[in-house]
């Protein structure tokens, strides 16, 4: 028992949002506070440069974006 599609339009949306990646967008959570309060206190390191790591995922691209924004 197959039904026809026969003469039946489909539509195709794109319902695709651009990537989120402001600092009004960053959540900070206990696994990432200290990385986001680094990234906060940019100019006044103690030293030239922050190195972040973390697990996929975790948000290092996106706090290297807000960094990217203020440097």
Do not use: C, Y
């Not at 990385?35 to 906060?40: K, R, T």
Request: net charge negative; charged share 15%.
């Amino acid at each position: 028992m197959s039904k026809s599609t026969e003469g039946v339009a489909q539509f195709v949306f794109d319902l695709s949002l651009p990537p989120a990646l402001g600092p009004e967008d960053f959540i900070v959570a206990d696994s990432n506070r200290e990385a986001a309060g680094w990234v906060g206190h940019w100019p006044d390191w103690p030293g030239p440069a922050v190195a972040l790591h973390g697990a996929p995922g975790a948000g290092k691209s996106h706090l290297l974006g807000i960094w990217a924004q203020r440097a």
